[in-house]
């Protein structure tokens, strides 16, 4: 506020003892000092930051009262003055824990999280459903609690949970309890049997007004460690598929990897070991096939997955252009597959909305996207079961891509 108001040629001052608390600091030493009347330069902006930073000041137990508010409140105010200095600060928690996120603030309209979400995306639903063995509508929450995963506090151990049943039907069990919580959740909503009972008896290229994108939901890592086991994704008739990855030991479970509360990959440094001079998982790899056919036999499997990934994108474009004849584009915002309604390739804003959704599904259209999303919405693909992630891709790209 100091730097924002001096670059304007009105430093300001504070004294949270003295009303209006906001002087004019004549002088410049950032002080407030006798004879420094009121200040009176605000700008909008202005005024918002010290509104923001009077609220943080006056709740002198804001820290226990709601935090990570008061910590959004300050960090918003200081990125609108100066985008710069908010490098390497952080808004919000991380993975599990990150209350205002979509993730958990999504059914705030409705008051309570519907049952059919509420295992994964409020704090009470894991532990209702391990115990019940159903689901049910459940209280909004900030994020997860320590009783979502832990059974005794302070003792802090985890639930103890055996096999797990997936979208699919099939119940799998990777043998570590820690791994098999983590999956009660990390396994998506759909699999290969939803999309199969949708295109039951339709004509693969005929566009049906029944038919609508399946979406596999996010980070649907354990659907990818089975692979052909959870039917995570759709794998097409005649083709074979691989089944559970099976790492070393040593990171062979969710919790090896990954940082329980953040989600974010760790003991990186470690990979090392046997994947001399990579140093990022990314560009891990073992074997020299160049399964994306770009002629890069050193970049690492995720590099593969994402030019199939992208080659597959680009072949249902033609196919939605040529076969139904609507041009698709895809975003990152729900339903994802929208009308291209300028034929430009792109997804522009004003086709980004729900009234402009897809609308010409033929099974074989389906099928594709329904991979292309799953291998987007699980970023981690690559590590999780990376040669699956790859037969899916491959086989989409040739069958939305075969003459007919």
């Known amino acids: 506020m100091q730097?924002?108001?001096?670059?304007?040629?009105?430093?300001?001052?504070?004294?949270?003892?003295?009303?209006?608390?906001?002087?004019?600091?004549?002088?410049?030493?950032?002080?407030?000092?006798?004879?420094?009347?009121?200040?009176?330069?605000?700008?909008?902006?202005?005024?918002?930051?010290?509104?923001?930073?009077?609220v943080s000041v006056k709740d002198s137990g804001g820290f226990a009262h709601n935090g990570k508010y008061i910590i959004q409140l300050l960090y918003d105010s200081i990125e609108d003055l100066d985008p710069n200095l908010v490098a390497g600060l952080h808004r919000e928690d991380a993975g599990h824990f990150a209350g205002s996120k979509e993730a958990f603030r999504h059914w705030d309209g409705d008051g309570e999280v519907s049952g059919r979400c509420s295992k994964c995306h409020s704090a009470t639903g894991l532990p209702f459903f391990l115990k019940e063995g159903v689901t049910a509508s459940q209280p909004i929450s900030n994020g997860f609690l320590c009783s979502t995963c832990h059974d005794s506090i302070p003792g802090f151990t985890r639930y103890k949970v055996g096999a797990v049943q997936f979208p699919s039907g099939a119940k799998l069990d990777t043998g570590?309890?820690?791994?098999?919580?983590?999956?009660?959740?990390?396994?998506?909503?759909?699999?290969?049997v939803s999309v199969n009972s949708a295109i039951a008896g339709r004509d693969a290229d005929t566009v049906s007004a029944n038919l609508r994108f399946i979406n596999i939901h996010y980070f649907a890592a354990g659907a990818t460690l089975f692979g052909a086991e959870a039917k995570g994704a759709y794998e097409y008739e005649g083709k074979t598929y691989n089944g559970r990855f099976q790492h070393v030991r040593a990171f062979d479970t969710c919790i090896e990897c990954h940082d329980t509360h953040t989600g974010q990959v760790v003991n990186i440094s470690r990979c090392r070991w046997c994947h001399a001079g990579k140093e990022r998982p990314e560009d891990i790899r073992v074997g020299t096939t160049d399964f994306d056919g770009d002629g890069n036999t050193k970049e690492g499997i995720a590099g593969e997955i994402e030019t199939l990934r992208e080659t597959l994108?680009?072949?249902?474009?033609?196919?939605?252009?040529?076969?139904?004849?609507?041009?698709?584009?895809?975003?990152?915002?729900?339903?994802?597959?929208?009308?291209?309604?300028?034929?430009?390739?792109?997804?522009d804003t004003d086709e980004i909305n729900s009234s402009n959704r897809y609308n010409a599904w033929t099974p074989r259209l389906l099928k594709a996207a329904y991979n292309y999303q799953y291998a987007l919405k699980d970023p981690g693909g690559f590590a999780h079961n990376g040669r699956y992630v790859i037969q899916v891709l491959q086989d989409s790209i040739a069958d939305i891509s075969a003459p007919r």
């Open 3 to 54: 730097a924002y108001s001096a670059a304007a040629g009105a430093p300001i001052v504070y004294d949270s003892h003295s009303y209006p608390y906001f002087f004019i600091g004549t002088n410049g030493n950032g002080q407030v000092d006798e004879g420094e009347g009121r200040y009176g330069a605000f700008t909008p902006r202005l005024l918002k930051a010290v509104y923001n930073y009077q």
């Open 176 to 192: 570590d309890p820690n791994s098999n919580l983590c999956i009660n959740c990390h396994q998506g909503r759909e699999s290969a």
């Open 313 to 347: 994108y680009a072949a249902i474009q033609v196919y939605a252009a040529n076969v139904p004849k609507t041009p698709i584009v895809y975003a990152d915002s729900h339903p994802y597959f929208f009308i291209d309604t300028n034929g430009n390739g792109l997804a």
